[in-house]
Nanobody, 115 residues
Framework: QVQLVESGGGLVQPGGSLRLSCAAS????????MAWYRQAPGNQRELVAS??????YYRDSVKGRFTISRDNAKNTVYLQMNSLKPEDTAVYYC??????????WGQGTRVTVSS
C-alpha cells in the first residue's frame, strides 16, 4: 500500500498564494512521475502540472504562476501557486507513480480563491 497525503489547501483572496504539499509513504518501490491534478465542481479532473526526471509540464492556464517541485529524499512533491485566480478554485489531487506502471492518488485538498 502506498499513501499520498496532501496539505496546504485553503481559502485565499485573488492574487494570493498557496503552497500545496504531497508526501508519499508506504511500499514505494521507486517514485517516478509525480503530478498535481484538479477538479472543479461540474468539471472533469485535469492535469495541472507534473515532474519527472527534472522535466516539468504545466497546463497553459497556470504557466508563469504555478511551480512544481519535488524533494526525493522526503518523497514529497510541492505545488507553489502564485497570483491565484477564482478559476483556480478546485480540489487538488496528488498523483504519483510508485512503481513502474503503478499509480496512487491522494485524497485531495480544497483550494478556494475568493474575495
Amino acid at each position: 500500500q502506498v499513501q499520498l497525503v496532501e496539505s496546504g489547501g485553503g481559502l485565499v483572496q485573488p492574487g494570493g498564494s498557496l503552497r500545496l504539499s504531497c508526501a508519499a509513504s508506504g511500499s514505494i518501490v521507486s517514485l517516478g512521475a509525480m503530478a498535481w491534478y484538479r477538479q472543479a465542481p461540474g468539471n472533469q479532473r485535469e492535469l495541472v502540472a507534473s515532474i519527472t526526471s527534472g522535466i516539468t509540464y504545466y497546463r497553459d492556464s497556470v504557466k508563469g504562476r504555478f511551480t512544481i517541485s519535488r524533494d526525493n529524499a522526503k518523497n514529497t512533491v510541492y505545488l507553489q501557486m502564485n497570483s491565484l485566480k477564482p478559476e483556480d478554485t478546485a480540489v487538488y489531487y496528488c498523483n504519483a507513480e510508485w512503481a513502474i506502471g503503478q499509480f496512487a492518488w491522494g485524497q485531495g485538498t480544497r483550494v478556494t480563491v475568493s474575495s
